[in-house]
T-cell receptor, first 115, second 113 residues
Framework: DQQVKQNSPSLSVQEGRISILNCDYTNSMFDYFLWYKKYPAEGPTFLISISSIKDKNEDGRFTVFLNKSAKHLSLHIVPSQPGDSAVYFCAASGDLSGSARQLTFGSGTQLTVLP | EPEVTQTPSHQVTQMGQEVILRCVPISNHLYFYWYRQILGQKVEFLVSFYNNEISEKSEIFDDQFSVERPDGSNFTLKIRSTKLEDSAMYFC???????????FGQGTRLTVV
């Protein structure tokens, strides 16, 4: 049951260029989407989020786009830097029955930024 | 910057033994979570905790698992009788509100032998 899918396990980009990481979801109840970055042997680090009432959110070099009709979101990193090399996880949450929202994660995309 | 801290960073235990994984969430956060990541697989939700009770739990969180907030700062995950398949990275997370982003600890690597 893959409610959140990241179909590209890896992506390589030249330093200074744009990195585009993609994520698809199937559950219409999801209304909040997040991107996390993870280095080996560390926990996920929150990067940026977007609510379903928006279609774009920007924070410095990071921009997240949400296309609700296509159930698709993407993370743009521009310009990409070697320090951005990490695994990027897409996550989603929805207004489910519980009061504390769980996150459903995608499988991650390994981004490698080449100097 | 406030952070979620987890101890120990690595725990090796024999199958059938009990383990307790400890977490100190960010102090003003109200929602607490445990996730795990088996090597090579997705990060999976285990349980969420709010107002001193479990809010949601996944199918993974069976009777062998329990959580507790024994005092005002710690949040623990206990696995009563560990199995080989419990070997994974266990991440604690906390958030200030239900709609806000969760901040993760650095994880505890549990190895069951």
């Amino acid at each position: 049951d893959q409610q959140v899918k990241q179909n590209s396990p890896s992506l390589s980009v030249q330093e200074g260029r744009i990195s585009i990481l993609n994520c698809d979801y199937t559950n219409s109840m999801f209304d909040y989407f997040l991107w996390y970055k993870k280095y080996p042997a560390e926990g996920p680090t929150f990067l940026i989020s977007i609510s379903s009432i928006k279609d774009k959110n920007e924070d410095g070099r990071f921009t997240v786009f949400l296309n609700k009709s296509a159930k698709h979101l993407s993370l743009h990193i521009v310009p990409s830097q070697p320090g951005d090399s990490a695994v990027y996880f897409c996550a989603a949450s929805g207004d489910l029955s519980g009061s504390a929202r769980q996150l459903t994660f995608g499988s991650g995309t390994q981004l490698t930024v080449l100097p | 910057e406030p952070e979620v801290t987890q101890t120990p960073s690595h725990q090796v235990t024999q199958m059938g033994q009990e383990v307790i994984l400890r977490c100190v969430p960010i102090s003003n956060h109200l929602y607490f979570y445990w996730y795990r990541q088996i090597l090579g697989q997705k990060v999976e939700f285990l349980v969420s905790f709010y107002n001193n009770e479990i809010s949601e739990k996944s199918e993974i969180f069976d009777d062998q698992f329990s959580v507790e907030r024994p005092d005002g700062s710690n949040f623990t995950l206990k696995i009563r009788s560990t199995k080989l398949e419990d070997s994974a990275m266990y991440f604690c997370a906390s958030s200030i509100s239900t709609g806000a982003e969760a901040f993760f600890g650095q994880g505890t690597r549990l190895t069951v032998v």
